[in-house]
């Protein structure tokens, strides 16, 4: 008689990080010096060849009032006014505290999958090897029709693990958003946590991650701290790591202080499964301009909960590590397709935010989304009318705007140092002035082809 088949046992966290995550490398040093060096050079020499004491003078790039004048004075002190905010905000913000075994509630971990191979697999044993209690843990991974071998990973995972996981294959692929609503349908937990099958969870981060809905019977979802899991695969993943920093971090925590975080990340958020109920058919079944809405979905299901007069908050020691595009074309390509989402939902809220469409801390979300929608058009307009301003004293301009955006850099990276304790903060300016030089024409681009609902990087 044959020996038994031991029990599966997921391996640790440590195991599974080791196996997909590269390592800091004695090219950190070299960019880092590159990157820090260069920034200091421009602001020495900038300094150096300043005739007068640099006056941080709102209005002192032009001599007369003007449409221009008066356009350059207002988003600039917009822009000033929103910085001091968000930092203040930021530095106060703190996680909720994770609540203790009998408190948790029933959690459903939600895996969409399409053509991820091998690493659906990571997805699934992090969930497992999280410290929740079995009982309470229910996993569904959806193969949304993957053509590749994303199926044998998920059907091998679910057999080792019957009590917990669930595995469903989609007859052909419907998109994200479809096999996201046949994750919710089938869930059976109080939260469903939904996470990207790109990506790998903390240890700790289901625990954390439902925490505040424990709290707060307002609060429908909350987003996880999303880190780079490839993040020393190249320069870029590098500066996008940084740059994740002050995108999923420091402004969703301001975000959080008024309970309105305007997307919740599909790599890791948890929701309040009633209150997914009561808006999942208009969300699936969403469209814009007469088209579908096939990207964007996770920022379109926070829109619909804040619609619905829920509570969107941030969790900061709820984190999971994700993979990123490692080129520049992918990396574009991503931001188009998170930049066509935010915009359609800002217009999507627009007409909500003159109505009284929540009971509280109503101002900041306002402000934020009539923001986001102004600040680029009102830069380019001031570009547009101010260029001849400048051409007769182009190194001044040059020289305020290099150390202006400096100051405005260092503020930010010290902000990302300040989170995660490390020397990588100096990638954040790099992927600053990578995003000045290459990345301005994302946003109209993206406004232009709004209606294109193509994912582009899978």
């Known amino acids: 008689m044959s020996n038994p088949k031991p029990p599966y046992r997921a391996p640790s966290a440590s195991v599974l990080l080791q196996s997909v995550v590269t390592r800091p490398s004695r090219a950190d040093v070299f960019w880092k010096a590159l990157i820090g060096g260069a920034f200091l050079l421009m602001l020495g020499v900038c300094v150096h060849y300043q005739k007068q004491p640099i006056q941080l003078d709102l209005f002192g790039v032009f001599h007369h009032v003007t449409i221009g004048s ?255 595009p490692t080129t520049i074309r992918g990396v574009v390509k991503m931001l188009i397709r998170w930049e066509r989402g935010n915009v359609r939902e800002n217009i999507v809220l627009l007409p909500l935010l003159f109505t009284k469409w929540r009971p509280r801390d109503r101002f900041w979300p306002t402000f934020e989304v009539a923001f986001e929608l102004i600040q680029y058009p009102l830069g380019y307009a001031v570009i547009a009318i101010s260029a001849a301003r400048f051409i007769d004293n182009p190194m001044t301009f040059l020289r305020v705007g290099a150390i202006t955006m400096g100051c405005f850099l260092l503020v930010q990276s010290l902000c990302c140092l300040r989170s995660e304790r490390s020397t990588d903060f100096v990638y954040n300016i790099g992927f600053g002035f990578f995003a000045l030089i290459g990345l301005q024409w994302v946003f109209p681009y993206s406004c232009f082809t709004i209606r294109d609902g193509r994912w582009m990087t899978r």
Request: glycine residues 6%; hydrophobic residues 45%.
């Open 70 to 324: 008066i356009l350059w004075s207002t988003i600039s002190a917009l822009s000033l006014a929103y910085g001091a905010t968000t930092l203040f905000y930021a530095l106060k913000y703190k996680p909720v505290a994770s609540p203790t075994d009998a408190n948790l509630p029933t959690c459903t971990v939600l895996v969409p999958a399409y053509n991820e191979g091998h690493m659906v697999r990571i997805a699934l044993l992090s969930a497992l090897a999280n410290d929740y209690p079995r009982e309470k843990l229910h996993i569904i991974a959806v193969d949304d029709g993957s053509t590749d071998d994303t199926w044998k990973y998920i059907d091998e995972v679910a057999r080792a693990n019957p009590d917990v996981v669930t595995a469903v294959r989609m007859a052909k692929n419907g998109g994200k958003r479809e096999a996201l609503r046949e994750g919710f349908l089938r869930a059976r937990g109080e939260v469903v946590v939904t996470v990207d099958s790109d990506s790998k969870l903390e240890p700790d981060a289901l625990r954390q991650i439902v925490a505040p809905i424990v709290k707060d019977r307002d609060v429908a979802c909350v987003a996880g701290k999303v880190l780079v899991l490839n993040r020393y695969d190249s320069v870029l993943t590098r500066l996008l790591a940084a740059r994740f920093f002050i995108t999923f971090d420091f402004t969703r925590a301001v975000q959080s202080r008024f309970g309105a975080v305007l997307c919740c990340p599909g790599a890791l958020t948890a929701y309040r499964r009633t209150a997914v109920l009561e808006v999942l058919d208009k969300w699936s079944a969403q469209t814009f301009m007469g088209s579908p809405c096939t990207i964007g979905e996770d920022r379109a299901l926070t829109t619909w909960l804040l619609r619905a007069g829920y509570r969107s908050v941030y969790q900061a020691s709820g984190m999971v590590h994700t993979v990123v």
